[in-house]
């Protein structure tokens, strides 16, 4: 099993989760988050007082899914967060040591 | 009662309906004509005072509420909100005859506590309104006055020192100056010309503003990054004030008539215009069109049509406005960053510098064809301009002066006026109202 890490775009995030139901994904958790990277932050401006905001909001998705599909997924969250522009963010992957199905009790890839 | 009334509105700078129609008819004369209550008059008012009311704990509130950071918004409401409270029940109590009793030695006003003499029936000659509703119309500016100087400290001073400091103020500073320009005290026998509140209102509260952040001191942040809350609630703000402004400036008039209209007409055009001037300036020098720059010059163009508002033609609305939009944008940008005080929101910065632009500009621009109680520099009365600076330099030594000792004693009938280091840091809303503007969730 792999962990999938992605920082996406916040308006991206239908965009994503709508092309991983299609591959039978059905489960994730997202999280809002800040941060910076290549994009770095912005300027905000406030009666002549010029603000550097350094962490952006983005979208963070986890999803666990089994080994075999770790690649599609990953082309399918590339396709569906691309804008082609600076900030559309990264994809981590990571082994996962075990996973637990808290209702039933199912183990691993029973489990994802 | 009734002939000392009539005596005083001669003193007023404000037209009066019997005084277009008799003009040339000997005050002693006058007084001896019986009052009728104007009915049309008395409903325009009626509703100017409760627009001027909409502006300080709905407008001024959320104005500057959005600016302030988003720990910080309902103490910055609050302070707005109490504001008006205060002077709502310090008017009614002593203020009122203070600012419109018997003058004594053009200094004060006094005839008694508690409104006690005042009768439903008595009548106020300019406009022929009840007593009453001219109490209440008045009260309304005494709140906005001392609301507006908030703005200046915010975000650092303590909520209990700010009730007692409104309702020492009021009286002691806010209540003299009001009597003096339009209570029939010196600055009214000058010829100062101040319509709706220019000196009265806004260089007064501008400068009250400045004093107290002086006297408090900057923010612990000051200098660093600090987001206001949210720019939404601040252009909801602005245009709630320019709405309520509408009374402020043609209410005060006190009668429903052309120069009412005209006072309607030329403080739209002039808020306008500022609100294009400041967006353009602001353009030029940061390639961004702000909403709380175009919020910002509505209220400065507001502020300097406040004074000229029933004496001035739709043309000098639009260059009063625009220098104000302009100067400011500079009192603001320039101004406060050179001298390096906290003037949190800018009331200085606005109010302060746009009043003492809109003052000097009445002087410049009143019109005898609009009002004939005014005649400004280019018709021919170079003496206005030298009248409304002095008027204004007046205001700015009693007022700088006056509010020192009143912050003075508040701070110290309250075990000082300045919340703790760890207490700003927190936010002011949740360590004195436990309180959070918002729970998103």
């Known amino acids: 099993m792999k962990k999938i890490e992605s920082i996406i775009k916040p308006f991206k995030l239908e965009d994503v989760k709508d092309a991983l139901a299609e591959l039978d994904i059905t489960g994730m958790t997202v999280s809002e988050v800040k941060g910076y990277g290549r994009q770095q932050g912005h300027s905000e401006l406030y009666r002549g007082a010029e603000y550097v905001v350094d962490f952006l909001p983005k979208i963070k998705i986890e999803v666990v899914v089994v080994d075999e599909l770790v690649d599609k997924v990953i082309d399918v969250i590339v396709k569906s967060a691309r804008t082609g522009k600076i900030g559309d963010g990264k994809i981590f992957v990571s082994n996962v040591e075990k996973s637990v199905r808290i209702r039933t009790g199912e183990l691993d890839n029973e489990a994802v | ?441």
């Not at chain 2, 005072?49 to 709905?58: D, G, N």
């Not at chain 2, 508690?114 to 009548?123: A, H, Q, R, W």
């Not at chain 2, 709380?292 to 033609?313: E, H, M, Q, R, W």
């Open chain 2, 1 to 441: 009662m009734r002939s000392k009334l009539l005596s005083l509105a001669t003193l007023l700078p404000v037209s009066t309906l019997w005084a277009a129609e008799e003009a040339a008819t000997e005050v002693a004369e006058v007084a001896e004509k019986v009052l009728t209550l104007d009915v049309g008059n008395t409903a325009w008012v009626l509703t100017a005072t409760a627009l001027v009311m909409l502006m300080t704990p709905a407008g001024l509130a959320l104005f500057y509420g959005g600016m302030s950071r988003s720990k910080n918004l309902l103490n910055t409401i609050a302070m707005s909100v109490m504001g008006y409270v205060v002077a709502a029940v310090v008017w009614v109590v002593a203020g009122y005859t203070l600012a419109f009793g018997t003058d004594i030695g053009g200094i004060i006003g006094f005839d008694s506590l508690f409104l006690s003499g005042i009768k439903v029936t008595d009548l106020w000659a300019t406009g022929s309104i009840p007593v009453l509703l001219f109490v209440a119309f008045q009260m309304t500016f005494a709140g906005i006055t001392v609301s507006l100087a908030s703005g200046a400290i915010i975000e650092r001073l303590k909520f209990s020192t700010w009730l007692v400091f409104a309702a020492i103020w009021i009286l002691a500073v806010y209540a003299p100056v009001a009597h003096w320009v339009w209570g029939g005290g010196f600055l009214s026998k000058l010829g100062v010309l101040d319509f709706a509140g220019g000196t009265v209102v806004h260089i007064n509260a501008g400068i009250a503003g400045l004093v107290v952040a002086l006297m408090l001191g900057r923010r612990a942040d000051y200098g660093k990054a600090m987001f206001p809350s949210s720019v939404t609630l601040t252009v909801l703000g602005a245009s709630m004030l320019w709405f309520g402004w509408f009374g402020f400036n043609a209410g005060s008039e006190l009668a429903a008539d052309g120069i009412a209209a005209s006072a309607f007409l030329v403080t739209n055009t002039a808020a306008a215009i500022a609100a294009l001037a400041w967006m353009t300036i602001e353009y030029i020098t940061y390639k961004k069109f702000t909403l709380l720059g175009i919020a910002s010059g509505i209220v400065a163009g507001l502020v300097a049509i406040t004074p000229a508002a029933g004496f001035v033609d739709t043309s000098a609305s639009l260059i009063i406005g625009a220098v104000a939009g302009i100067v400011a944008f500079y009192g603001v940008n320039g101004l406060k960053k050179a001298l390096k005080y906290d003037d949190s929101l800018d009331a200085f910065g606005i109010h302060g510098v746009a009043g003492i632009w809109g003052a000097i500009a009445t002087g410049i621009f009143a019109n005898p064809e609009v009002n004939e109680l005014g005649t400004g520099l280019l018709y021919g009365n170079a003496d206005q301009v030298m009248i409304q600076i002095e008027g204004i330099i007046v205001t700015i030594v009693y007022t700088a002066i006056a509010t020192a000792i009143v912050f003075k004693i508040a701070s110290i009938l309250t075990g000082g006026a300045r919340v703790s280091a760890d207490a700003e840091s927190q936010g002011l809303d949740e360590v004195e109202h436990g309180e959070k503007a918002f729970n998103l969730r």
